[in-house]
């Protein structure tokens, strides 16, 4: 293993490499030892079979400490969930995803836009999901159905989650990481893993079904539509004083209600990224 600045100069790195190669010529012999001890401490050390092997001892590790065993001492969060056009088994697996929260309390808020019976859902109260409750909103579009959820919260946190997505295990954990380590944070924004149907290329040659979104401004944003893909509508946690009657109101919008919502809270409050895709 030869090394170089890769800092310094175009010049400085060939009369770098120069070198090395002149060594490698004078002395083979040590230099072939050279390459075999490299090679040997990649394959014990760096290839990807022992770095990820490693990756999941430190996460094991790393989730036995991490939230205080006593549920009752963590805060209380709403979620709200607009329902009524898919099966249970999808909205199973977003109370699921409730369920499964390593930290927080949660009460699902299910506003639903068409009756169905939700008496099976009840098996999902349970670990962080503590309560879930019933909001009719009969007929009711996406922008009548998120201000009638918003209008039942009863919590000092909230947030929304479409009934075909889902939250990782850490979500809650990860968001108030943030709340810790500032204290007068008012609303905190993760990050979205998208996952498509189709497969597209990825550098060096292979493909990808799933995209990782919403990490600030890719460019200078200039228009609405820009500023709201900044943020993930699923991926935020607010504090529910936010909530004013303006943003409590029908904005009587088509599609794009979460966002107006979410643009709405951050006039009121400074976002805060955790920069994290959960």
């Known amino acids: 293993l030869y090394c170089f600045n ?10 770098r490499l120069r070198e090395s190669l002149f060594e490698i010529q004078e002395s ?45 001492t963590h805060p209380e969060h709403s979620v709200i969930i607009r329902c009524g056009g898919r099966s249970l088994s999808v909205l ?32 999902f ?21 998120l201000s009638a959820g918003l209008q039942a919260i009863e919590t000092p946190y909230f947030a929304i989650l479409d009934d075909d997505d889902a939250w990782f295990p850490t979500h809650l954990e990860r ?19 998208q996952e498509i149907k189709t497969a597209f290329p990825i550098m060096g040659g292979g493909e990808e079904r799933r995209r990782v979104h919403c990490f600030g401004y890719p460019t200078k944003a200039s228009t609405a539509w820009e500023i709201i893909s900044a943020f993930a509508p699923n991926g935020f946690v607010a504090q529910s004083a936010l909530l004013d ?17 979410l643009v709405g809270l ?12 959960t």
């Open 6 to 15: 890769h800092h310094h100069t175009a010049a400085g790195m060939i009369e």
């Open 28 to 72: 083979p012999g040590p230099a072939a030892e050279r390459a075999q001890r490299a090679r040997e401490t990649f394959e014990s050390q760096f290839s990807a079979e022992v770095l990820l092997h490693k990756a999941i001892e430190y996460f094991e590790r790393w989730k036995q400490p991490r939230t205080a065993p006593d549920r009752q």
């Open 92 to 123: 199973g697996r977003a109370l699921s995803s409730l369920r499964d929260q390593t930290y927080g309390r949660v009460t699902a808020i299910l506003v639903m836009w068409r009756e169905f019976d939700a008496a099976e859902l009840q098996r």
């Open 125 to 145: 109260v349970t670990g962080g999901l503590v309560d879930l409750r019933v909001v009719k909103c009969p007929a009711g579009d996406r922008s009548a159905t």
């Open 175 to 193: 968001v108030f990481e943030v709340h810790r380590s500032s204290p007068d944070t008012r609303l905190v924004i993760t990050g979205v893993v």
């Open 245 to 261: 009657l303006r943003l409590l109101a029908n904005p009587e919008m088509a599609t794009a209600e979460d966002s107006h919502l």
């Open 266 to 277: 951050a006039a009121k409050a400074p976002p805060r990224f955790n920069y994290a895709a």
